[in-house]
Each structure stands twice: as C-alpha cells, then as structure tokens.
C-alpha cells in the first residue's frame, strides 16, 4: 500500500515530483472541478424559481449567471500568473474557501443584489480553481499518464454537467432554492481538506515582478468583450452601447499586447505562442468551443420544435455529455500511447461530420433519431478535449504550466462566451427568415419548421468552425512530421 504523503511536502520546480501522490492529488482537483460545473447547472435550473422567489425580473436575474461568469473569466489568466509566482497549493486553497463561503452566502441571499453580489465572491473563488486545476494536475503526473489524467479530469466535467440539472430539479422541488448553493458547502470543505492534505507545495524562481498594467488592461478587455457579447443578445449588435463596448474592448486589448511585448515578465509571455504546438492547439482548441455554442439552442429546438417536455429535454440532452465523459480519458489513455496529434485530429474530424450529421434535424426527427445525430457530437470533442489539452500543457516548461492553465481555462470560458452570442444571432436570423415575416414573440416564438431550419443553418456554421480548425490541425502535423 502506497504511504500516505506528508502534509507539509514540498518540492521546488526544478526538482523531481512525487509521482506517488498523484491519485491524491486528483481526487483534490476532481472536486474543484465537480463543484465548479455542477453549480453552473444547477443555478441555470433554478432561474425561472429565483425570479418568482426574490421578486425581480427575469432580465435581472440572469446576472446571477452572468456575474460568476464575467468574474471567473476575467480573473483566470491573472491567477494562472501569480501561481507562477508564488505557487499553486495556496491560491487553489484559497479558491476552495473562498467559493465556499461564496456558497453560504448566496444560500442565505435575502435579495437579488445580494446574491449577485455573492455570485461575484464565487466567481474569484472558481477563478482561483479552474485556472490552476490543469496546471497541478500536470505536474502532478508523469508526462506518459498526462493524457488519461486530463481525459479523467473531462470525465468529471461531465458529470458535474449531468448530474447539475437532475439534482438542482429534485432541491428545488422537495427543498427551497437556498439549498442549490448550500449543497456547495459540505462538498467545498471536503475539497479544501484534500487541496490541503495532499497537493504538494511548490517553490517557484524568486525575483520576479507582477505586471499590474498588462493584467488591467487584460481584465478591462475581457470585461468589455463579454458584456457587449451578453448586451448584444437583447439589445443588438449594432446598438450603440454595444459598439461602444466593443469599441473599448478593442482599445485596451491592442494596449495589452503592447504592453506584454515590453515588460520583461508579462501576464501571457508572446514567447509562448512563439512555440507552434502551443499556437496550434490553443487555436483549434477556441474554434470548437465557439462551435460548441450550438448547445445552447438544442434545448429550445428539442422544446419548441419537438414539443418535449422539460424532463424529457434533460434526458435527451445527457446524452452528449455521457459520451463525452466515457471518451475523454480512452482519448486520453490513446494519445499516451500514440501522440496526441493523430488523436486529436481524428476528433476533429468526428466533431465535423458531428454538426453535419445535426444539420439534418427537422421538425419532425424522433427521439432516436435526435441521440443518434447528438450521440457523436460528444465522441468526438471527447476525443479532440483531452489530447488537445494534454499537448498544450506538455508544450510548456514547468515554471509556465500556471499561465498555461489559466490561458486554457480563458480561452474554454471566452469560445463558449463568443459562440453563444454569434451562433445565437446566427439562429434568430435564420429563423426568421424561414418564418418569412416579422415575430412579434421573437424567434422562440416560430413555428416548428422555421426553429429546426435555423438550427441546421447554425449546424453548418459550427461545422465550418471546426473544418478549419480541423484544417490547422492537419498542417501542424503535416509540418511535425517533416
């Protein structure tokens, strides 16, 4: 039996690693993780009750979602750095109590302002875990086990995704609302118990220096980036205080860059993107996270189109991420043995012919014939997530796997962020044009035939996102192998 690691280990980065913790280690990440995606799913559930429960309106209510996410996306790549400066053991520690806390307080929301403002402290707590949780679980594994470890850290992510909807129905049916958040607090103890037990502390290169002006200007660009995203949806794209918000995001990203090519110790080193495996995957990577906006319109095809009722909706809907929980770490355990490019690519590849597949849905597909088509879509980013990860944080040296993580994780939030906007649009135009005259009810409110036309126009858009990264995929390994 493997003895139990000494609480107060450390190593320095340059040291040998304890391989022999490193199920410990996972099983303190797999909880970061759980408790981070099972909360987005269950608080997306419980919007209808908020609204009626705190007595606002729904417009208002959507910030509980929106709050958490602007707070975890805007913050992840500056944590990524500071663990790079000063370890990852205590600012994941700290993610773990202070989404705790995040938990109780939201639980305990008298008003709607309240609980925004907690979802905001939850935010920086989830900043603090999702950014970091990749990078530890590198270092904490071999580089021929890397694969399947983040294939199993995938696996969890869906069932965090699945299992949020099924238990946030029964809380809020046999409980009160106050329990979707309280239910975080027993898991959030446990998790910081095993951060604190059992993920090794690191001693990273002293001497360096913060860039606070890199990481204002990259939390203001990010800020007016997705608020003009989530503005756009009701207000317009083209409305002036979504230009404006554009606008603003435009200005201070051109002034990070510039900022991060003349400090000597930058947010995001442009040195990384200087290294081809690295640029390649990060790239490919982004492009199926916007495709995958396409998520968020099944539901209203299945609802609207199809007539199902929402139990039947959820079922339908655990289908892709069933299958991409079983296929991440086979992926994972596959690109192990045989690199993860060719892996990777072939999930493009079934990722592709995937929203093909689901630009023949009608108003009229079956049940079966629905999974038969989505049952695919969650094989092949199953088979693409895991390798693609692997080889971006095995393209990076130990002392940058901080900012690495905290990249990825900005880049999952941000793709996801972009293609529900865009792909959104997408559909709403092209529902609208098969309905052949103005919806009063807005686009939800067409006919059967006119909502299932706009989801196979918006399937072609996602397949064409994934056929150039695809594309890029195929040259990078075209030029490795040469």
């Not at 729904?58 to 400066?85: C, E, H, K, N, P």
């Not at 230009?243 to 090519?261: D, H, K, N, R, S």
């Not at 293609?419 to 067409?446: M, Y």
């Amino acid at each position: 039996m493997e003895d139990l690691p000494h609480l107060e280990s450390t190593h320095t980065l340059l040291d040998d690693v304890d391989y022999s913790r490193k199920w410990y280690v996972m099983s303190a990440i797999a909880m970061g993780i759980f408790l981070a995606t099972i909360d987005g799913s269950i608080v997306n559930v419980a919007l209808p009750t908020l609204t009626t429960a705190l007595d606002t309106s729904f417009a208002t209510v959507q910030w509980v979602v929106l709050a958490y996410l602007l707070t975890v996306t805007t913050l992840q790549a500056i944590v990524g750095r500071l663990a790079d400066m000063y370890g990852r053991k205590a600012l994941y520690n700290s993610g773990f109590v202070v989404f705790t806390i995040g938990s109780l307080l939201c639980g305990l929301s008298p008003t709607v302002g309240w609980l925004i403002a907690a979802r905001v402290l939850q935010g920086v707590g989830g900043a603090l875990t999702l950014a970091l949780g990749l990078a530890i679980v590198t270092d904490a594994f071999p580089s021929s086990e890397r694969g399947r470890a983040l294939g199993i850290a995938g696996s969890i992510v869906s069932i965090g995704i699945v299992t949020g909807p099924t238990l946030g129905g029964v809380i809020i049916e046999n409980l009160s609302w106050h329990w979707i958040f309280f239910v975080n607090v027993p898991v959030g103890i446990i998790g910081t118990y095993l951060a604190w037990r059992y993920i090794p502390r690191t001693k990273p290169p002293g001497g360096q220096t913060f860039d606070f002006a890199g990481a204002a200007t990259l939390c203001i660009f990010l800020l007016g980036l997705l608020l003009g995203l989530t503005t756009g949806q009701s207000a317009g794209f083209t409305s002036p205080q979504v230009l404006a918000l554009f606008g603003v995001a435009a200005f201070f990203l051109a002034a990070f860059v510039i900022l991060e090519q003349r400090h000597p110790q930058p947010i995001i080193p442009p040195s990384l993107f200087a290294n081809r495996t690295f640029r390649v995957n990060i790239i490919t990577g982004l492009l199926v996270f916007v495709a995958m906006g396409l998520y968020v319109l099944i539901p209203f095809y299945l609802e609207k189109a199809l007539l199902y009722g929402v139990q039947q909706v959820g079922l339908l809907l655990s289908v892709l991420p069933l299958a991409l929980g079983v296929t991440s770490p086979l992926s994972g355990v596959l690109s192990d043995r045989v690199g993860s490019r060719p892996v990777s690519v072939l999930g493009l590849a079934v990722t592709a012919g995937a929203f093909l597949l689901l630009a023949t849905l009608t108003a009229e597909t079956t049940a079966v014939g629905f999974m038969l088509r989505y049952l695919p879509l969650g094989i092949g980013v199953g088979l693409f997530q895991s390798p693609n990860n692997s080889a971006i944080m095995g393209s990076v040296t130990r002392e940058r796997l901080g900012v690495a993580s905290g990249l990825l994780a900005v880049t999952r939030s941000l793709g996801q962020t972009v293609g529900f906007a865009a792909l959104g649009a997408v559909w709403a135009a092209l529902v609208v044009r098969a309905a052949g005259d103005a919806l009063t009810g807005g686009a939800e409110s067409a006919a059967p035939p006119a909502i299932a036309a706009g989801i196979q126009g918006t399937a072609v858009v996602s397949a064409v996102l994934v056929a150039i990264a695809l594309v890029v995929a195929l040259d990078a390994w075209r030029r490795e192998r040469v």
